[in-house]
């Protein structure tokens, strides 16, 4: 299964932009690369996701290295709702089982937000 | 609100009982998924209902089982419980036809605490 890496840990100041950085050198062709953050005391939630060309939605960008090797989850304007753990999670959808398929939550990045 | 809910919210017992929880998707979706998270795991995926049938099992016990009934709510059955089982059990529903993104709501969690 393709892995990913992510800082354990990262700061932010309210209302400056973020970069949450993810490494996935072995992802495959197929893989598709997503989001998903859970603020504290909840489920986790969809943020974004995409395969080669950046991504924007009302929540984040997403912004894929050309060589795919890795992205960084942009949010443009941090706000103390956004203090959160962000998984950064590889997933195939092209194959009919296994792992590959399913979302596999890594440790993710704690984010936390000063005031 | 992700529109999925689960019950209890919070459910405490005794080591060797059993417990059952229930989860109710969004309108509409016909998977069902469910994870457990520990402080020392992460948030690990169980299995997942497709319409009834099971269609992916993670690291599930043998002690646990799910089902996924005709109206598409799902309950997760633990039984013989440990203390080591005591943690957040999350349910998720996906779509039909979801394919490529498979973005996944997820519920609010129960917290199982065995004593």
């Known amino acids: 299964d393709a892995k990913t890496t992510q800082p354990n840990s990262m700061e932010s100041n309210e209302e400056e932009p973020v970069h949450l950085p993810c490494n996935h050198s072995?992802?495959?062709?197929?893989?598709?690369i997503h989001w998903y953050r859970q603020l504290p005391s909840q489920g986790p939630e969809y943020v974004i996701h995409g395969l080669t060309s950046n991504v924007n939605n009302r929540m984040a960008s997403l912004a894929i290295a050309e060589d795919r090797k890795s992205s960084t989850l942009i949010l443009h304007r941090a706000t103390l709702r956004d203090a959160a753990v962000y998984y950064c999670?590889?997933?195939?959808?092209?194959?009919?089982?296994?792992?590959?398929?399913?979302?596999?939550f890594g440790s993710g990045t704690q984010l936390t937000v000063l005031p | 609100d992700s529109g999925v809910t689960q019950t209890p919210k919070h459910l405490i017992t005794a080591t060797g009982q059993r417990v059952t929880l229930r989860c109710s998707p969004r309108s509409g979706d016909l998977s069902v998924y469910w994870y457990q998270q520990s402080l020392d795991q992460g948030l690990q995926f169980l299995i997942q209902?497709?319409?009834?049938?099971?269609?992916a099992k993670g690291n599930i016990l043998e002690r646990f089982s799910a089902q996924q009934f005709p109206d598409l709510h799902s309950e997760l059955n633990l039984s013989s419980l440990e203390l080591g089982d005591s943690a957040l059990y999350f349910c998720a529903s996906s779509p039909p036809g979801a394919g490529i993104t498979d973005t996944q709501y997820f519920g609010p969690g129960t917290r199982l605490t065995v004593l």
């Open positions: 209902y497709y319409n009834g049938e099971e269609r």
């Open positions: 072995t992802i495959s062709g197929t893989d598709y």
């Open positions: 999670i590889l997933r195939d959808p092209f194959i009919s089982s296994g792992s590959a398929r399913l979302l596999t």
